[in-house]
């Protein structure tokens, strides 16, 4: 059993049932599976919870599980361990990391801040745990624009690190928010070229964004709001057709749970791909879940100072969420 490449690399015996195997693991280790709605089709079938980042959040704090299995990326998996300390963390492959989160050096980040003394801070969940130490509250794209008009309106706001999150959110409040110039590689290579012979090709089809698209992307939309927003606007919509502008992995539960609708994967700007996927959400496998579960590698651990620091912005966001109503 090796862990060296970030995962268990051990073999498998290719005769095994590996669903069955998962479920029996996960009883016998006492563990809840959580998967973010990019995942692999194969990873949500067997989850216990499938949600957006607030929702696995919500959920980490809540779970009477020893053992989280976060099948999503590694800032995922460290939300779960600050929220959770004394449970076992697993992320299936630790290589799975953010392009966000790594577009905001916390070291980086710490001097923004310090050039800009008397903001507040505000930190997508999107971000490294070094970085959430350095917030005051944490947001998510499901709850970003209520949390920022919960803020005195002129409060000075340092906003990171998705530079297109933070400028939909100053356009829809009246912010001047200041933002770190950062963002998600998957959402900003949707093509407005393509999504426009799109909607010539789908006239009655609704168009879905998810927020950390840039701005022309955005305004081509019917409906802008997170992965679950996104879901549930399709859910109750009438129309037949929807365009959906986030990775792709969504597109199973919308499927799933609309079989009489048609989904679309709005295509990126380069290549031939019809759809626009998280390469770094793709890696956890099938075979990778039962190995985390079978050897209960490879755990997430974050540094206690710094999760002592990271905890509270965190709460502070599940606090004013519950306040707010957006959460109970």
Known sequence: MNVDKGYVDAPIDEHLD??????????????????????RQEIQELADHIGDSLALAQLAAKTDAQVIVLCGVHFMGETAKILCPDKTVIVPDLSAGCSL?????????????????????????????????????????????????????????IFGPDRNLGNYINSITGRKMLLWDGACHVHEQFSVQKLMDLRKQHRDARVLVHPECPKPIRLVADKVGSTQALLNYAIDNDAREF?????????????????????????PEDGTCACNECNFMKLITIEKLYNSLRYMQPTIEVDPAIAERAVRPIERMLDISKQLGIIK
Not at 19 to 39: C, D, F, G, P, T
Not at 125 to 134: Q, S
């Open 18 to 39: 590996l669903r069955s195997e998962i479920l029996r693991l996960k009883q016998e280790r006492n563990a809840v599976i959580m998967a973010h709605y990019y995942q």
């Open 101 to 157: 989160a790594d577009s905001c050096p916390a070291d980086e980040f710490e001097a923004f801040v310090k050039a800009h003394p008397g903001h507040t801070v505000v930190s997508y969940v999107n971000t490294n745990a070094a970085v959430k130490a350095l917030t005051d509250v944490v947001v998510t794209s499901s709850n970003a624009k209520q949390i920022v008009e919960s803020l005195p309106e002129d409060e000075p706001i």
């Open 243 to 267: 365009i959906v502008c986030t990775e792709s992995g969504i597109l199973f539960q919308m499927q799933r749970q609309c079989p009489d609708k048609t989904f679309i994967p709005a295509p």
